[in-house]
């Protein structure tokens, strides 16, 4: 092996990797410093500015051979399963985002409610699972595109 495919294969992942834990490091150390928001928001877009920079000088290649992708992208481009495939996947996406943000917005309001009275445990669990309902729809939805390729 050359050099050039030890860092492509090798070094080259475990820096991009090292770029994306930054931000995580920096929220963890704000935690315990106590320092302000800002320097975590820098740090977090040196980190995505470097990922980018390192995708668009340094493009991984070599993996696949050009007859591969050409017959691939012939392939997609030749029916309709591409946007298909990107259905599917902005069906989860989306659907697990909002499920997040329901989640998100539900479960405290639930503890809450919970602290002050244990009797309203059962619907504050049924808000919660509402939520959660959203991803399990966009994954069926996802689940139906697919079906359909």
Same mark, same amino acid.
């Given at each position: 092996m050359s050099a050039i495919e030890i860092t492509e294969i090798i070094l080259l992942p475990l820096a991009v990797v090292a770029l994306l834990a930054l931000p995580v490091y920096a929220a963890i150390a704000r935690k315990k410093s106590g320092k302000s928001m800002r320097r975590a928001m820098l740090v977090n877009i040196c980190a995505f500015a470097a990922v980018m &920079?390192?995708?668009?000088? &340094?493009? &991984?290649g070599g993996f696949v051979s050009a007859?591969?992708?050409a017959e691939a992208t012939a392939a997609v481009s030749n029916s309709a399963a591409g946007l298909g495939y990107l259905a599917a996947a902005l069906a989860v996406g989306i659907g697990s985002i909002g499920c997040g943000i329901a989640v998100g917005n539900a479960a405290p309001a639930a503890i809450g409610a919970i602290a002050e009275e244990p009797k309203a445990f059962a619907k504050a669990l049924i808000f919660v699972a509402l939520g959660e309902g959203v991803a399990i729809y966009g994954l069926l939805i996802a689940i139906m595109i697919l079906g359909k390729l």
């Amino acid at each position: 092996m050359s050099a050039i495919e030890i860092t492509e294969i090798i070094l080259l992942p475990l820096a991009v990797v090292a770029l994306l834990a930054l931000p995580v490091y920096a929220a963890i150390a704000r935690k315990k410093s106590g320092k302000s928001m800002r320097r975590a928001m820098l740090v977090n877009i040196c980190a995505f500015a470097a990922v980018m &920079l390192c995708a668009i000088a &340094l493009p &991984l290649g070599g993996f696949v051979s050009a007859d591969e992708t050409a017959e691939a992208t012939a392939a997609v481009s030749n029916s309709a399963a591409g946007l298909g495939y990107l259905a599917a996947a902005l069906a989860v996406g989306i659907g697990s985002i909002g499920c997040g943000i329901a989640v998100g917005n539900a479960a405290p309001a639930a503890i809450g409610a919970i602290a002050e009275e244990p009797k309203a445990f059962a619907k504050a669990l049924i808000f919660v699972a509402l939520g959660e309902g959203v991803a399990i729809y966009g994954l069926l939805i996802a689940i139906m595109i697919l079906g359909k390729l």
